[in-house]
């Protein structure tokens, strides 16, 4: 057996770069607002969410945890939040068990 075999490295693979665009945010955002007519604070702490993560205060794993508990129960909210992570990132697994 050749001594390189096991220590060589395996190649880095980098997900496509996933494109989204500001009418799928836009849309998600008034499926929030859809979702929760009568509880607009909802929405005010999904925007607070999302400004920590801008200004540095959570990481993506941050964002995924508080989303994934302030959504808790609504996986259409999750499955479309999903569009936005990275691909090794979800908030609801999509292939049932």
């Known amino acids: 057996m050749g001594r390189g075999c096991l220590s060589a490295k395996p190649p880095t693979f980098k997900p496509p770069v996933k494109k989204v665009t500001i009418n799928q945010g836009i849309r ?3 499926a929030i607002k859809d979702t929760f ?3 607009p604070e909802m929405y005010q702490i999904f925007v607070g969410v999302m400004r920590d993560y801008k200004s540095k205060r959570i ?3 941050g ?3 508080r989303i994934s508990m302030l959504f808790e129960g609504h996986k259409k909210l999750l499955r479309g939040f999903n569009k936005f992570l990275p691909n090794e990132m979800k908030t609801v697994n999509l292939n049932p068990i």
């Open 59 to 61: 990481d993506i794993y």
């Open 28 to 30: 998600y955002i008034e």
């Open 63 to 65: 964002v995924v945890f």
């Open 37 to 39: 007519p009568h509880d």
